[in-house]
């Protein structure tokens, strides 16, 4: 009898998640399968799964074609220029964990593997005007950061995580690590960077009443 009870308890628990949507999001058969082969520990730390992430992006996941991708960097720099997703990855490439704290309440804490932003600043020549970086995304999103948060935190624009190269749902081919700052920061889907003098410039949430600065608590 007691059982019983303790069954069926268990069994509307269970219901009222997936009628409230609670717990985790439906994930797709590809995400699945990367969940199977991704790097779950670095360095003694567990870290979270690539499907731990709530997708909640403005358009829904967007599948960029690396044939025809390009990276537009331009604005207040010397060479405004393009680049291909192999010319990106001719760079260095660094690894480091970091959390992502989104506004909703989550948090995941991933290894990523990417690109100093910075590198590829170089290649363009920054004028001394700059002083802001917006990033601008294939889904219409953008948002941006001041060049120097940009420099002095090291930041890195990442094409793996936890080891597997990006999925589409994760803003491949390239989502920015904006280490400290809130979810919003991360752009995914990165298509194009402009150096800007513009430093009240807001993004899709910022312009919707989200703090530009957009510290992370932790
Ligand atoms: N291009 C683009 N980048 C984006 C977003 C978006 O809607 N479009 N959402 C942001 C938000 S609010 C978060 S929390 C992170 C992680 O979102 P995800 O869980 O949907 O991957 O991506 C950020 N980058
Ligand atoms: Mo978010």
Redesign the pocket.
């Known amino acids: 009898m007691k059982i019983k009870i303790l069954f069926v308890s268990i069994l509307s628990i269970l219901l009222l998640f997936t009628l409230t949507g609670c717990g985790r999001q439906e994930v797709s058969e590809n995400l699945k399968e990367l969940a199977k082969v991704e790097v779950k520990e670095y360095e003694g730390k567990d870290l979270s799964s690539i499907v731990d992430?709530?997708?909640?992006?403005?358009a829904g996941p967007q599948n960029v074609d690396i044939s025809k991708y390009k990276l537009k960097i331009d604005g207040l720099v010397e060479n405004p220029s393009d680049f291909t997703y192999d010319e990106i990855l001719t760079n260095t490439k660094y690894t480091k964990v970091v959390r992502?704290d989104?506004v909703e309440g989550w948090s995941v804490d991933i290894l990523w593997e990417g690109v100093l932003v910075k590198d590829l600043l170089d290649k363009v020549q920054v004028k001394s005007s700059a002083n802001t970086v917006i990033f601008y995304?294939?889904?219409g999103?953008s948002t941006s950061l001041p060049l120097s948060t940009i420099l002095d935190k090291d930041m890195i624009m990442a094409f793996k995580m936890n080891g597997v190269v990006l999925p589409p749902?994760?803003?491949y081919p390239f989502q920015l690590v904006a280490e400290d700052k809130l979810?919003?920061k991360?752009?995914?889907?990165i298509t194009h960077i402009e150096l800007s003098s513009d430093e009240n410039y807001k993004g899709y949430?910022e312009s919707r009443g989200y703090s530009n600065e957009a510290n992370a608590e932790n």
Do not use: H, V
């Open positions: 992430f709530r997708e909640n992006s403005i992502l989104c995304a294939y889904d999103y749902e994760r803003g979810g919003y991360w752009a995914k889907w949430w």
